[in-house]
Nanobody, 117 residues
Framework: QVQVVESGGGLVQPGGSLRLSCAASGFTFSQFAMSWYRQAPGRERELVAR?????????NYADSVKGRFTISRDNAKNTVYLQMNSLKPEDTAVYYC?????????WGQGTQVTVSS
């Protein structure tokens, strides 16, 4: 069965850092582009970062997180990461891991990130 499981969320102060992990199984991870989305209460789910399945992966970031967040992947571990630095209260959201390849796509259950003093 397919599993996409996020972890690493929590409560951090503004300016702090957090690293999210997404462990995948049940599909050929290396073939899938991986993304992080987030959704805050009352807001649309938005793309935060994406990393391609290329031999030398390309990355894309939302303007709001560019320069602060870094997405990476470890195909040997079937895991994608989101390093979040200089966190702001507006980064507070449930963060979701998303895998996509051709017509196949899978969502994780989400992990809560709260940035508050």
């Amino acid at each position: 069965q397919v599993q996409v499981v996020e972890s690493g969320g929590g409560l951090v102060q503004p300016g702090g850092s957090l690293r999210l992990s997404c462990a995948a199984s049940g599909f050929t991870f290396s073939q899938f582009a991986m993304s992080w989305y987030r959704q805050a209460p009352g807001r649309e789910r938005e793309l935060v970062a994406r990393i391609t399945a290329d031999v030398v992966p390309s990355t894309n970031y939302a303007d709001s997180v560019k320069g602060r967040f870094t997405i990476s992947r470890d195909n040997a571990k079937n895991t994608v990461y989101l390093q979040m630095n200089s966190l702001k209260p507006e980064d507070t959201a449930v963060y979701y891991c998303y895998a996509a390849f051709r017509v196949y796509d899978y969502w994780g259950q989400g992990t809560q990130v709260t940035v508050s003093s």
